[in-house]
T-cell receptor
Framework: QQQVKQSPQSLIVQKGGIPIINCAYE??????FPWYQQFPGKGPALLIAIRPDVSEKKEGRFTISFNKSAKQFSLHIMDSQPGDSATYFC??????????FGAGTTVTVRA | NAGVTQTPKFQVLKTGQSMTLQCAQDMNHNSMYWYRQDPGMGLRLIYYSASEGTTDKGEVPNGYNVSRLNKREFSLRLESAAPSQTSVYFCASSERAWGAYNSPLHFGNGTRLTVT
């Protein structure tokens, strides 16, 4: 079974909206939480990552929020653009070992 | 700046046929991986090679074999293809094992395999 549960499976927003993707985990030993972005016909690529010693990390319009007590983390895409339409995967690992991926969320941003 | 190159891009096999998926990276990375991507299942690890000369099973190794030919190349072989192996296969590499902090996974563009 997947060690990282990701939701929703897909979502559609209008340009300028804020899609939010959520991930939950059980293993409290996880200590590294990256997000990968995949465009159609391409392989995934690292988008942004966080360690559990911080509650939020921003890179451009992408923000990770991390809630250690709830064992949840989420990706927010601020002021979303049609070019952000992609599949997003959350992931987690322990001591930089065996990255476990969520099931993926397909985001569609309508113009 | 090729990165990770996978061949072929598409392949159709009949049940029972064999084939080898090729992967090469030009970033001098130590670790390489094979994943499969299926709808609703995310990316599942088939095999990995933490360093040249070593290979280990991942989550879903049954029906596959791998060869780390040298530091650059890591191939995936299906000995007797089954319809359940219809998937998109991704090869990835990283400087240090497991896409660790400051050492992300770099993926190829995938091989779309259909087994009829």
């Amino acid at each position: 079974q997947q060690q990282v549960k990701q939701s929703p499976q897909s979502l559609i927003v209008q340009k300028g909206g804020i899609p939010i993707i959520n991930c939950a985990y059980e293993n409290t030993a996880f200590d590294y939480f990256p997000w990968y972005q995949q465009f159609p016909g391409k392989g995934p690529a690292l988008l942004i990552a966080i360690r559990p010693d911080v509650s939020e990390k921003k890179e451009g319009r992408f923000t990770i929020s991390f809630n250690k007590s709830a064992k949840q983390f989420s990706l927010h895409i601020m002021d979303s653009q049609p070019g952000d339409s992609a599949t997003y995967f959350c992931a987690a690992s322990i001591n930089d070992y065996k990255l476990s991926f969520g099931a993926g969320t397909t985001v569609t941003v309508r113009a | 700046n090729a990165g990770v190159t996978q061949t072929p891009k598409f392949q159709v096999l009949k049940t029972g046929q064999s084939m080898t998926l090729q992967c090469a990276q030009d970033m001098n990375h130590n670790s390489m991986y094979w994943y499969r991507q299926d709808p609703g299942m995310g990316l599942r690890l088939i095999y990995y090679s933490a360093s040249e000369g070593t290979t280990d099973k991942g989550e879903v190794p049954n029906g596959y074999n791998v060869s780390r030919l040298n530091k650059r190349e890591f191939s995936l072989r299906l000995e007797s293809a089954a319809p359940s192996q219809t998937s998109v296969y991704f090869c990835a590499s990283s400087e240090r094992a497991w896409g660790a902090y400051n050492s992300p996974l770099h993926f190829g563009n995938g091989t779309r395999l259909t087994v009829t």
